[in-house]
C-alpha cells in the first residue's frame, strides 16, 4: 500500500472528529466540538492518505503528542526527543494494518523532518498499541497516573 501525507485541514478535520473507536480504544475518540477542530487544524496533525484516497489514520508531533497532565511529573522534561501520535482510521483497528502504518509514519519523519529521536505516550491497557512500538524498537521509560486512575507510559525511540 502506497500512502502520501498531507497537513491535515478543516476537511480531514471534520472526518478524523466523528471516527469513533470501540472497546478499550474508546478513550481514543475525539469530542466534537470548536476546540478540537482547532486543535486538529492548528497543530501539528497530519494525515497519511492511502492509494485509494482514502484516510489511513494521521501522526502528530509535539505538543499535539503530549498528555499535558503528565508535565507535573517531569516525564517530558527531555526536549531531545519529539513527541508523537498517531491515529488509525478505526476501521482498520485489529486487522494487523498497526504496524505499516506506524513504521511508515516514523520513517516519513525521520526523512522530512530530520529526527531520530522519539518519545509516545501510550495508555498502559493498549495492549496492541504497545506490541507494535516496542516491535519497532520503543523501548518503556517511564509511567505515571492520570487523572482517571488509568496509567500512561512513556515509550523512547533513539534511532
Not at 502506497?2 to 466523528?18: P, Q
Not at 466534537?32 to 502528530?60: A, H
Not at 491515529?87 to 529526527?115: A, D, H, Q, T
Not at 523501548?139 to 482517571?148: A, D, K, L, R, S
Amino acid at each position: 500500500m502506497h500512502y502520501s501525507v498531507v497537513k491535515m485541514n478543516e476537511n480531514y478535520a471534520r472526518e478524523v472528529i466523528k471516527w469513533r473507536y470501540t472497546g478499550v480504544h474508546e478513550v481514543y475518540s475525539f469530542e466534537d466540538n470548536e476546540e478540537t477542530f482547532n486543535e486538529l487544524v492548528n497543530l501539528d496533525y497530519y494525515v497519511v492518505i492511502n492509494s485509494n484516497n482514502e484516510l489511513e489514520g494521521f501522526f502528530c508531533m509535539g505538543k499535539a503528542a503530549i498528555v499535558p497532565y503528565g508535565k507535573r511529573f517531569g516525564v517530558y522534561d527531555d526536549r531531545s526527543y519529539l513527541d508523537i501520535g498517531i491515529g488509525l482510521n478505526p476501521e482498520n483497528v485489529g486487522k494487523r494494518k498497526g504496524y505499516p502504518f506506524f513504521m511508515y509514519c516514523i520513517n516519513y519523519i525521520k526523512k522530512e523532518f530530520k529526527i531520530n529521536r522519539f518519545r509516545l505516550t501510550v495508555y498502559d491497557f493498549n495492549k496492541s498499541a504497545i506490541q507494535v512500538y516496542h516491535r519497532s524498537g520503543f523501548q518503556i521509560v517511564n509511567f505515571f497516573m492520570g487523572t482517571t486512575g488509568n496509567y500512561f507510559l512513556i515509550m523512547t525511540l533513539i534511532d
